[in-house]
């Protein structure tokens, strides 16, 4: 077995909406449900521009569709950040200037990486990840 990439990722908060509004906002992803027709109230994806589901966010305690009857629960604990190779560095910080969102700037020369860092609402730190060249 072989590790290939990363899939995606789940954050699990009660501001559903909130979270999904800020990646479409900053990160240009695209909500939608896992099907037809589900409850993104509940549960929604995160599409990338090749309609590929990068993040997942849900209600604590409702990631399968048989836990719709369950009670929320607490969150699963702290995510730090989640890393994401990106293109268009100088309009990804003409965006985060003009949505007023605040950003960490680092310049990694050595390796040829820009990297800006945003905590989306909940307080995952997303990194962003600029390869020079």
């Known amino acids: 077995m072989t590790v290939k990439s990363l899939d995606h990722v789940n954050i699990q908060t009660t501001a559903v909406a909130e979270t999904a509004q800020f990646l479409a906002d900053v990160l240009e992803l695209r909500p939608g449900p896992v099907v037809p027709g589900g409850d993104m109230a509940r549960v929604t994806w995160m599409y990338d521009a090749q309609d590929r589901p ?24 702290a995510l730090h950040h989640v890393a994401f190779e990106c293109t268009g560095h100088a309009a990804m910080l003409e965006r985060l200037e003009r949505l007023g969102i605040p950003a960490r700037h680092r310049h990694i020369g050595e390796i040829g990486l820009q990297q800006v860092f945003v905590t989306e609402p909940n307080g995952v730190l997303l990194e962003l990840n600029f390869r020079e060249g």
């Not at 990068?54 to 604990?77: K, M």
């Open 54 to 77: 990068l993040v997942h966010i849900t209600l604590p305690g409702q990631t399968f569709a048989e836990d719709a009857d369950r009670p929320l629960r607490a969150d699963t604990g």
